[in-house]
C-alpha cells in the first residue's frame, strides 16, 4: 500500500509529534478498502493515507481529535448495508459494514521502526493490532508475536510485504512515464541502463536507485530477486540479447520485453543459436510484445498498458472487465 511507507516515515521523522491512526480492521460485505488501510491524523489537521474512498474521512477525522484529545483509543462500525441509511448508504453504494481503529501513536513506535527496516531489506512483517481490550487489556498496534492468532473480534494480523519492485532495464524517453506510474503505486523502482547519461537523478527522479554497466553483466549488477518485476526496454537488439538471456534464467515474478512478436521471436532464436536453452516455461511466461490491448499509442498510454498487465499477474487475474467478473472483486 502506498500510503503505508510515507505513514511510517512521518511517525519516524525528527520531532514527529503525536498523531493518531486509524486502521481499517475488519470489513463485511463490499468496501472501497481492505482491512490494513490506514489514515494517519496530525495535531494540526495534516493527514496521510486513506480508509474509504473519500466519504468516512470527515468522521474519522471528527473522531480522531476526541482520541488526540483523551489519549484513549476508539473502535468505530461504519455499516452502509442499508439502502435507507441517510448517514452513510445515500450515494456510497459500498454495501458493507467496515470497522475502524484509532489509537494515539507517540513519535518513532517500535513496530513503526521495524516496519522502515523491513522495507528497506525487502522482508515482510506481521503487524497484530487489537481493535477490542484483549486479556491484557491492550489496544492499538504492535509487532506480531508468535502466538498471536486471528481473532476478528478483537485482533486483526496485518502481513505487509514490501513494496513491489520494478527494474527497468533501458532508460529511453519511454522508460519515463513507466517508472512516474509505477512510483504513483508505491512501488520501489530500479533504472538500468549500459549508458550512464540516460540512466541519471536528473532523468529518473522518483527511482529509487540507478544501475549502470556493460549490458552483458547488467543483470548481475541489479540482482533482481525472485519478486522482482523486470522489463526490457532498451530499444538495442545488442543489449536487449543479454540482458533477456540472464533475465530468463531468474525465477521473477514478472518478464516482459518491449517489442514486436517478430522481433521477440528473433532474440530468442538467436539465444538459441547461441547454444542457451530456452524452455516452453521459460518462453511461455515471457510476454512479448509487453503490455494489455489498450489501444494505447502515446508512452504514457503504453506505460499503462505495461503496468496494469503486471498487476493483473500480481493479483492472479485474467485482466477481464469487471463487469464480466462473476464472483467478488475481493476474494
Known sequence: MKELPAIVAAMLAPAAPPAVLATLVR???????????????????????????????????????????????????????????????VGLGCHGVVRVLLEKVEPSPPWAAALARNFKQRRTTSLAVTHSVDDRGTWGTRLAAPGDCADPERRFLDTIAPPVA???????????????????????????????????????????????????????????????LAVVMTHHYVHDVPILRDLLARPLAYLGLLGPKKRAGKILADLAGAGRTITP????????????????????????????????????RDARPLRDRARPIHE
Open 27 to 89: 470489513v463485511e460485505g463490499s468496501s472501497y478498502r481492505r482491512p490494513g488501510a490506514r489514515l494517519l491524523v496530525r495535531p494540526e489537521g495534516i493527514r496521510l493515507g486513506s480508509i474509504s474512498g473519500g466519504c468516512l474521512e470527515e468522521d474519522v477525522m471528527a473522531r480522531a481529535a476526541q482520541v488526540q484529545a483523551s489519549g484513549q483509543p476508539d473502535t468505530v462500525v461504519y455499516d452502509t448495508t442499508t439502502e435507507n441509511d441517510l448517514v452513510w448508504g
Open 166 to 228: 520494478l527494474t527497468i532495464f533501458g532508460a529511453g524517453d519511454d522508460a519515463q512515464p513507466l517508472a512516474r506510474l509505477a512510483h504513483e503505486l508505491g512501488w520501489h523502482v530500479t533504472i538500468a541502463d549500459p549508458r550512464a547519461a540516460f540512466a541519471t537523478a536528473e532523468r529518473f527522479p522518483l527511482a529509487q536507485a540507478r544501475v549502470t554497466g556493460a549490458a552483458e553483466t547488467l543483470v548481475a549488477n541489479v540482482e533482481p530477486g525472485p519478486d522482482t
Open 281 to 316: 516455461e521459460q518462453q511461455a511466461r515471457l510476454p512479448a510484445p509487453v503490455g494489455l490491448d489498450l489501444g494505447a499509442d502515446s508512452p504514457e498510454q503504453v506505460a499503462l498498458a505495461m503496468l496494469a498487465e503486471m498487476q493483473s499477474v500480481l493479483a492472479g
